[in-house]
């Protein structure tokens, strides 16, 4: 699978594939925004293990970093996968993934399909897409 654009629940998402570049960097994830930015896409849905592990670990500040960037540009993000692993061993990124999951930048999310009913029951601006 590639990256490819969707429209899910009327929102235009460029959904990356598991097998894409790592992201341990804002550089990295400037590459994810700058495909965003040229597909028209607002959102970016990242599974989880695209991402190094030290995003996990906030002390390493590299998810501020990454997530900084996204917002700076405006492109809202979702990192998609099973995150039970890194959130058992750290109660700061279970605090951080719970408020990130309320706001409305950021989210942390199992799959598409909860991705798609948490947009779904949201409004998040008018629908983009055909």
Same mark, same amino acid.
């Given at each position: 699978m590639t990256d490819a654009v969707q429209i899910i629940a009327g929102q235009?998402?460029?959904v990356? +594939? +598991?097998?894409?570049?790592?992201i341990a960097s804002d550089r990295d994830a400037t590459d994810v925004i700058g495909d965003c &930015?040229?597909?028209? +896409? =607002?959102?970016a849905a990242v599974p989880a293990v695209r991402f190094a592990d030290g995003f996990f670990v906030l002390?390493? =500040?590299? +998810?501020?970093?990454?997530?900084?960037?996204?917002?700076n540009y405006h492109i809202r993000l979702a990192v998609v996968g099973d995150l039970g692993d890194h959130l058992a061993a750290s109660k700061p990124l279970r605090d951080f993934v719970y408020e990130s999951n309320r706001g409305a930048h950021v989210w942390f999310v199992a799959d598409l399909a909860e991705l798609e009913g948490r947009l779904a029951a949201r409004? &998040?601006?008018p629908p983009v897409g055909p």
């Open positions: 235009q998402m460029l990356c +594939a +598991a097998e894409g570049p790592p &930015l040229g597909q028209g +896409a =607002r959102w002390s390493t =500040r590299m +998810a501020g970093e990454i997530i900084q960037k996204f917002v409004d &998040l601006g």
